[in-house]
């Protein structure tokens, strides 16, 4: 209960910041790839350090590093998608991060129970280390990310945008 609340705890403090943020948020590629790796992070040290204190403390990290990474993939996903098709990539999106959550719970189980809770955490850990380290280096991908973040400037030159008929904009 307590580990849970802190995840709580740690989503909504980053929640928080981002409302109290005065300057521009950084753009989505590095908002992923920090995200990602303080996920592995926060799991890293939940495996190393004792106690519960500083579980809690690795759990608050963990909650805030999720929602950054994935509200940040969610942006990408609906500024990106067609109009037309938003939904149903939307649907897809979560079908497929539903699926992985089982199947990623069922194999931290089987790690778990073979190699013991704090080896299976700092493994996790090192996955999603490696997993930010792997989207540094895919150029086109953190193109892709940052192309977002363009979609989602607003226009400066004073022109309004006007939505194309049917458009849901």
């Given amino acids: 209960g307590l580990l849970t609340a802190a995840l709580g705890a740690g989503s909504v403090l980053y929640a928080l ?3 109290l943020r005065t300057r521009r948020p950084p753009a989505f590629a ?3 790839v920090l995200g990602i790796a303080a996920l592995g992070v926060g799991h890293v040290l939940l495996g190393v350090l004792p106690g519960l204190g500083w579980g809690l403390a690795s759990a608050v990290v963990i909650g805030a590093a999720f929602l950054a990474a994935m509200s940040t993939f969610n942006s990408v996903i609906q500024l990106l998608a067609p109009d037309e098709l938003r939904g149903r990539i939307l649907a897809v999106r979560h079908m497929a991060f539903s699926t992985s959550v089982a199947a990623g719970s069922l194999a931290a189980g089987f790690l778990t129970d073979a190699l013991g809770v704090q080896t299976a955490c700092i493994l996790l850990g090192a996955v999603l280390l490696f997993a930010a380290a ?3 280096c895919m150029p086109r991908m953190m193109a892709l990310l940052n192309r977002a973040s363009g979609a989602a400037t607003p226009k400066t030159t004073g022109e309004k945008e006007t939505p194309e008929p049917n ?3």
């Fill in 167 to 169: 458009s849901t904009r």
């Fill in 17 to 19: 910041s981002g409302l």
């Fill in 30 to 32: 590095r908002r992923a």
């Fill in 134 to 136: 792997v989207l540094i």
